[in-house]
């Protein structure tokens, strides 16, 4: 249901706000209900229509929204969560995109473009700088998606019975189906190749060997942080959890895709292993004060997604930037620019 609403709220305003002529680099404000997708648009100036970046778009939109349900299960109501997601969809995920991937502020992609069409990126406005580097995801989609679902947690208060009212300390609650959550994580990790490998939108030219690349850093960041949170898990736990191994896995995609296309093998190992200490201590922070996020998104989403971001400011290498197809060359990534500009788009994600 909430994916049938995300498709006409994309439909009707979302894509259009994320990626229409940009106002001050903030909000898109043309493109509504698609007017610019048509047979032989030459959208964007290239020989496509559209009609395939509309559809890929709408995938992650929907992604955003159902982040959001993980958090606030079995308490909320249905109507409410449905409420939320045309907001989600309409205008809260659409805006995050205009600045990442449309022409907003943060974009490495033609960002707050002049009277001339010139972009303007962070942080000199000139093609010495690239804007925030966030290849499939990481901020757009899974920090905009944790976030709103921590608030939910918070704002929806923790499930019955779920920490002891005397010591305050989490109750121990079943992890339903074991077969159905390895099922899930199957499910996930494959579709996350759509995502992530998708995400260079073409396979002509070199396109197809940024595919592979990005498939490759991919594997090994899931892989890594799977087996690193098992390690976590038995360690400080006593016993094999596989819910927490299920999540490292997760948080281990979601911190790769910002990076994917532009880090080597050895760093994708290095960001998969860091998201699993990461993911584990967002967990128990977030039992600490008392948050009941039922499927740790806001840990696995949210703390992943803003390491992903981080990540990607310290593996990134100019070189593999260019190679992975961003427009400015430059030294953004050696002089330690382009680390900051992560950290700004950090910011701005979590307060909107």
Excluded at 193 to 222: D, E, P, R, W
Excluded at 272 to 299: E, M, N, S, T, W
Aim: aromatic share 14%; hydrophobic share 45%.
């Amino acid at each position: 249901m909430d994916m049938s609403l995300a498709t006409l709220c994309w439909y009707v305003l979302g894509y259009g706000v994320a990626f229409g002529e940009t106002s001050n680099g903030i909000i898109g404000t043309t493109n509504f209900g698609i007017s610019k997708i048509y047979n032989g648009a030459e959208y964007w100036g290239t020989q496509s229509d559209g009609w395939a970046h509309w559809f890929f778009q709408w995938a992650f939109a929907g992604t955003a929204s159902t982040i959001v349900s993980g958090s606030i299960a079995e308490r909320t109501k249905f109507h409410a969560y449905l409420i939320f997601t045309v907001f989600m969809t309409t205008i809260i995920y659409p805006v995050a995109v205009h600045w990442i991937w449309g022409h907003g502020f943060l974009s490495a992609w033609g960002a707050n473009p002049d009277g001339e069409g010139v972009p303007r990126p962070l942080l000199t406005g000139t093609e010495r700088s690239n804007g925030v580097l966030d290849f499939a995801g990481a901020g757009a989609v899974h920090i905009v998606g944790g976030i709103s679902g921590l608030v939910g947690a918070i704002m929806v208060g923790p499930r019955q019975n779920r920490f002891n009212p005397i010591t305050g300390q989490p109750n121990d609650m079943d992890h339903a189906n074991s077969t159905l959550l390895c099922l899930g994580a199957f499910i996930l990790w494959f579709g996350w190749y759509g995502f992530n490998c998708g995400s260079t939108l073409h396979v002509s030219g070199n396109g197809a060997n940024i595919a592979g690349k990005v498939a490759v850093s991919t594997t090994l960041a899931a892989g890594t942080s799977c087996i690193v949170s098992t390690i976590i898990a038995r360690t400080f736990t006593a016993y094999f959890d596989m819910a927490l191994t299920i999540n490292g896995i997760l948080g281990g995609l979601v911190a790769i895709t910002a990076s994917c296309a532009f880090v080597n093998p050895w760093m994708a190992v290095l960001i998969g292993a860091g998201a699993a200490f990461v993911y584990y201590g967002a967990h128990c922070l977030l039992l600490r004060f008392k948050i009941d996020d039922p499927l740790d998104a806001a840990a696995v989403h949210g703390a992943c997604g803003i390491w992903g971001l981080i990540a990607a400011g310290i593996f990134c290498t100019d070189k593999n930037v260019r190679y992975a197809g961003y427009p400015n060359a430059n030294d953004a990534c050696q002089s330690g620019e382009q680390f900051g500009v992560q950290l700004i788009g950090i910011c701005a994600l979590i307060m909107w």
